[in-house]
Each structure stands twice: as C-alpha cells, then as structure tokens.
C-alpha cells in the first residue's frame, strides 16, 4: 500500500466525504466517490415547504459537545446559533430519551423511562430475560401497573396505558423500528449517547454538507454513478486488484473501496454487490442487524391552532389501552400509528408548520399514498382530535424513505439476538486481515458501522475517519517496511 494507491469511495453521504476529506489530508490523492443520484448528503436532505427550510432527513446534532466531530465542524463553519454555542448547553445530559414526552404524559413517561435505562444494562451483564425491548416492557408494564398504580381508578389507569402506547410509538420513531417486539434486549445498551442539548441547523442540515464538499476538489465525485459490483479477491495479481463495476458497464480499477451504501441497501443487494460474495459472519450479521423507517409528514397552517408554548402535541387513541405499538389493519388505520406532531420553532423562522413523526409498516404503506390522499387522513386527525371542522392545512410535505431505491429505510437497530459482534462485523475490511502480501481491498463505513453511534450523522462521519485512518496505518507500516 502507498499515498498513491487507487481508493474508490461508494456513496456520497456523510460518511463518504469525511472519508474523502480524510484521506485527502493524510497525503493520499487519488480518491474519487462514485454516487448513486445527483446530490451528495444522503441521509441528510434539506427541503422546503414554501420558503420554509425542513428536514427530510436527520435533525439534530445529538449531544453536541466537544467529542461530537457533527458539532466541531458546525462550529467551524459558523453554521449554529449563538445558544447552540453556549458552553451550558453542551453540559447538558438528557441521556437521549426524556425531553420529546410532554409532562401531562408524566406517570406513564416515568416508568417508560425507567424501563428504557433498564433495558440498557443488559448489554453489559448479559442473561436478558427475554429477546426484545418490546417484549421485556410488556411483561414489565404488567407487574408495575398493578404494584405502583393500585390506587388509581380503572378509567385513570386505561387513559395511562394508552399514553404508554402512543411513547412507545415516539420510540419506535427514535429507533427506527416497526416495533419494539423487533429491538434486540441483548444490545439495546450498546447505543451511547453524548452530552448536550440536540441542536439543529439554521439554515439547514445541507449546509454542513456544502461546507465540507467546498473543500474538496472540484470533480472527486461522479454523479449519476450507481455500483453494480465490487469484483475483489481476484486470483490474479495486479496493480489495482478491485474492479468497480457500475451499472452502465464502466469497469474501474482500484487498489482500496470503502463501501458506504446503506444497512438496507446491503441487506438487499449484498448477493449482487460483491464478488466474491461476503463472508458467512459478516452476511448473518447485516441480516440480524435491524434498519427500519421512520418518515416525518410536515403540515403548515395559515395560523396556530396550538398553544404558544407547545412544544409537542402527542394523540392518545383511547381503544389502545393494552400497550400497542402497531396497528392492526395497516390500510385502514396507518395514521394511527403516527404518535403526535413536534412544533417547529421558532415561530419567525418556521411559521405555522407542524411535524408528524410516523414508523414502521404503517410509515411504509403511508409512502405508497399519494400526497393529496395523506393530506386527507392528517386533516380528518386533527379535525377529530381538536373537535374543530374547519382547520386545514395550508401545505404538507413528506420523507419516503423506504421508498428510496439507494436507502431503502431510514437507519439501523440492534435486532433480536444481536450483539457488540455483529457490529464489529459491519465494519471488518476484506480480506480481514490486511497485510503487505494482501492489503485490505473493501472496507465498510456507514453510520450501520460504528459499534455505539449507530443511526446518527456523528457515527457515519466517525465511521469515514476510520476507514481513512487504518488505509493510512497500513501505509505508514509500509514506509517502515523495506519493500520485499
Ligand atoms: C442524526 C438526527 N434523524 C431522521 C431520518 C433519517 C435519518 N438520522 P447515507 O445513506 O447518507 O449515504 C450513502 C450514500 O450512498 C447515499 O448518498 C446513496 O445515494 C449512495 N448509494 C447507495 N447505493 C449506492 C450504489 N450502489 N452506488 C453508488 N452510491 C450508492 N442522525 O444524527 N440526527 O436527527 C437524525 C434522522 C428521517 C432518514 C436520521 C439522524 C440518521 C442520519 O441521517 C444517518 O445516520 C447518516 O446521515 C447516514 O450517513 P451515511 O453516510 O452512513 O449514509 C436507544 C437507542 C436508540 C438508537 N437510535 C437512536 C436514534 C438516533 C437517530 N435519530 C434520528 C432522528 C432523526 C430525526
């Protein structure tokens, strides 16, 4: 391996151009990425619904403080506001669950809680009672119920379970899961968060995008470029052993790919990206790894038909008294699936706009609607719910991840029976161990990759940094090897 190696990074989201940026800083200057569509961010797709800036994609910089590289590159770019920047503020631990659930919600957010932290510990003393999240909570819930609420009135008691019901929809959401039932107990632990109150950008999530792309040379990336196949391991030897095969036919050598497409993408066209096909333990562990969805549905209304200082509106079904986190009859009910609305604010800078945060199967059957069909059902939601006929959207505007040929979901969850493995799987190279006789040829990065930022934008961008890292390790043990 040398600085002059060929590298080929596929895929042109966080991930991809932190390795980029990387590796071009470390000496090495033959890089190019070869992406699937026409813009570069993936995951991370700014929109607007009028000329109002939303995000299709990832919000927050979550637990921005001085570890989280999302935040220092915010800084660096001066893409935050002033509080953002308050040195408080990244003090702050919410240990990433309790502020989305309103206090009205308090007794049923204070065992859901309880039950969350204790759903972590597993991980690290193993002998979990049972295989998911969903179904620890359930068995729990029960106990706890007749125990702590014995004094309260059966009518008082059902409202609570259904409050429970509509937070475990909320968590179904920040997991990106169709239920609970599919989260692993095993590894829910394995998921760590940083300190800091989660902040967002401004002028959108893209302008960190557009920083960091300023800095790269003009023509690194190829656009329209999709990857058919990664032909590795070839017996022959040769000067750049990989063969990039892109859907047109274009064959491109390279000495190093870092692979940085989807949990979801790898889930469906491993057979067809790799040649040869990928190890036995690492295919097992992209199949029990979980990668589901979870869509937002902005709203935008003439004027607010909320309070000012709402924050959050959450809906509570009341025939939902037994801890569900699906609906029974996806077609008919999808919306009920859908576990309130946050207010974008502040109000100056977003209007009347309401977000509405919705997972799972029923997420999935809402993409395959037309817009004019779930502008109906959001409307007759608030209408039944407010008890006011009259209120109407102005506009809304919907993600369909799933439906997204080059992500097909959202992002990835520790699925029943995983554990800290299967991650560190995910981000093995091939062949596993690089050496001068037979350097790495594929590497994985990707926000699926990183062993406990999982589903953030600071896990993918760590998981870009790393791959670079062990290309230019294997480089500097070169220098200090005579060449044989
Ligand atoms: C965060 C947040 N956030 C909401 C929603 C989504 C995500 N995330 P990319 O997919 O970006 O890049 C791959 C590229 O490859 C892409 O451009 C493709 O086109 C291309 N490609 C594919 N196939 C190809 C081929 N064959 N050839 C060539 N190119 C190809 N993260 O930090 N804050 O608020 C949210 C949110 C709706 C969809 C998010 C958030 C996740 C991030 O967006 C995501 O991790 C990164 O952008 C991924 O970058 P990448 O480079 O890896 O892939 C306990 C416990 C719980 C654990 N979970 C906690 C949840 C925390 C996450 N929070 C999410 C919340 C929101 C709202």
Redo the contacts with the bound molecule.
């Keep these: 391996m040398n600085v002059n190696a060929r590298i080929v990074i596929?895929?042109?989201?966080?991930?991809?151009i932190s390795a980029a940026h990387r590796l071009l800083n470390s000496g090495f200057h033959d890089v190019r990425i070869?992406?699937?569509?026409t813009r570069?961010?993936?995951?991370?797709k700014t929109s607007s619904l009028g000329n109002i800036i939303v995000?299709?994609?990832?919000?927050?910089?979550?637990g921005p403080c001085e570890e989280n590289p999302?935040f220092c590159l915010a800084r660096k770019y001066r893409l935050l506001d002033p509080e953002a920047l308050n040195p408080e503020n990244q003090t702050v631990d919410i240990g990433?669950?309790l502020p989305w659930i309103p206090s009205d919600l308090y007794a049923a957010r204070e065992m859901l809680a309880e039950l969350?932290d204790e759903c972590?510990v597993f991980q690290s003393e193993g002998g979990e009672p049972c295989t998911s999240v969903g179904e620890f909570i359930r068995s729990e819930v029960q106990q706890r119920v007749a125990e702590k609420w014995k004094a309260t009135d059966a009518a008082a008691r059902s409202l609570r379970m259904c409050m429970m019901s509509t937070v475990l929809k909320r968590e179904c959401c920040?997991?990106?899961t169709h239920s609970l039932d599919e989260v692993g107990l095993g590894a829910?632990g394995l998921?760590k968060t940083l300190p800091g109150l989660?902040c967002t950008f401004p002028g959108g999530y893209e302008g960190l995008i557009k920083s960091l792309m300023s800095e790269l040379p003009s023509g690194l990336v190829t656009y329209n470029?999709?990857?058919?196949c990664v032909h590795w391991n070839s017996s022959e030897k040769r000067e750049n052993p990989v063969v990039v095969e892109c859907?047109d036919g274009e064959r491109i050598t390279a000495d190093h790919v870092i692979v940085?497409?989807?949990l979801g993408?790898l889930k469906k066209?491993h057979s067809t990206?790799f040649h040869p096909p990928l190890p036995l333990h690492k295919l097992h562990s992209i199949q029990r790894l979980g990668f589901g969805t979870?869509?937002?549905i902005f709203v935008e209304f003439d004027s607010a038909w909320w309070d000012p200082d709402c924050d959050i509106i959450c809906l509570l079904w009341e025939d939902e008294d037994t801890l569900v986190d699906q609906v029974p009859d996806v077609p008919r009910s999808w919306i009920k699936k859908l576990f309130g609305f946050s207010v974008l604010k502040p109000t100056e800078r977003y209007g009347h706009v309401l977000c509405g945060w919705i997972a799972g199967h029923e997420s999935e059957y809402m993409e395959t609607l037309s817009e004019q069909e779930v502008s109906h059902a959001i409307t007759q939601l608030i209408r039944r719910f407010t008890g006011n006929p009259t209120i109407t959207p102005r506009r809304i505007l919907r993600?369909q991840?799933f439906h997204d040929p080059?992500?097909l979901g959202?992002?990835s969850?520790p699925g029943k029976g995983c554990s800290v493995q299967d991650l560190e799987n995910m981000m093995e190279p091939l062949p596993t161990k690089g050496s001068q006789s037979q350097p790495f040829q594929v590497l994985f990065?990707?926000?699926?990759t990183h062993p406990s930022y999982?589903?953030?934008?600071?896990?993918?961008v760590l998981?870009?940094w790393r791959e670079a890292d062990r290309l230019q390790r294997a480089t500097q043990i070169d220098r200090i090897q005579p060449p044989s």
């Excluded at 470029?225 to 058919?228: A, F, G, K, L, S």
């Design positions: 596929i895929g042109c989201g966080i991930s991809g070869l992406e699937a569509t570069s961010g993936g995951r991370i995000e299709l994609g990832a919000n927050w910089i979550h999302v990433g669950h969350l972590s920040y997991n990106g829910f998921y989660d470029q999709p990857v058919h859907a940085t497409v989807s993408y066209h990206l979870n869509n937002k993600s991840w080059w992500t959202s992002y969850y990065a990707g926000e699926a999982y589903s953030t934008v600071h896990g993918a998981t870009g």
